[in-house]
């Protein structure tokens, strides 16, 4: 029995398309490494846990199937994991209006959290939420998943420059946004 901790992502996903014995556990091995980060992303993007569980699976089917049929060679799985399910969340937004996850929902928080700390990330909740789509997408993935800019640009399809732009204007936004609800400590 080998144990696939230890082979690489793209090693796995060739594990995946081969009819071996190890393509279950291959696929077991992807989804601990990426469902957490998948469903995260999910979550914050459609807003709902409803239509986050279902673009969830949905992604893990089409990945599946992809590899099984052997429609495609990755090397980089993170990446095509979050661009199945940012063509799926994507699509589904483009169908509905009213989008909104609180912080916590978010973050998948079980701990208890102090009173601040929660009024804070219903606030940074707000703030987000009153992002353009296009800079909110940019900061989840480079900020809260924290992937570097060119595989977000791999994700979107959009230049390096862009992504920083976003970034960097989303970063202004929030700031703005929370401006009136923090002390200036110096």
């Not at 230890?6 to 081969?18: E, I, Q, R, S, V």
């Not at 862009?162 to 200036?184: E, G, Y």
């Amino acid at each position: 029995m080998k144990d696939l901790g230890t082979y690489t992502d793209a090693a796995l996903f060739a594990l995946l398309m081969a009819k071996s014995n190890e393509r279950e556990k291959a696929f077991a091995e992807l989804y601990s490494r990426y469902s957490q980060k998948v469903y995260l992303y999910c979550s914050k993007v459609m807003g709902n846990r409803q239509d986050a569980n279902d673009l969830f699976q949905e992604t893990w089917m089409k990945f599946h199937n992809a590899a099984v049929k052997a429609e495609v060679v990755v090397e980089n799985v993170g990446g095509y994991l979050f661009r199945i399910a940012r063509n799926l969340c994507l699509n589904k937004k483009r169908s509905q209006q009213n989008v909104h996850v609180t912080f916590e929902e978010f973050y998948g928080s079980t701990h208890d959290t102090t009173y601040e700390q929660k009024e804070f990330n219903e606030l940074l909740n707000r703030a987000l939420d009153l992002l353009d789509v296009d800079y909110r997408e940019a900061f989840v993935l480079h900020e809260i998943e924290g992937l570097p800019y060119d595989e977000i640009s791999v994700i979107t399809g959009d230049t390096v420059a862009a992504l920083k732009n976003r970034v960097w204007r989303a970063r202004k936004q929030i700031r703005q946004f929370l401006s009136p609800f923090l002390i200036d400590v110096q």
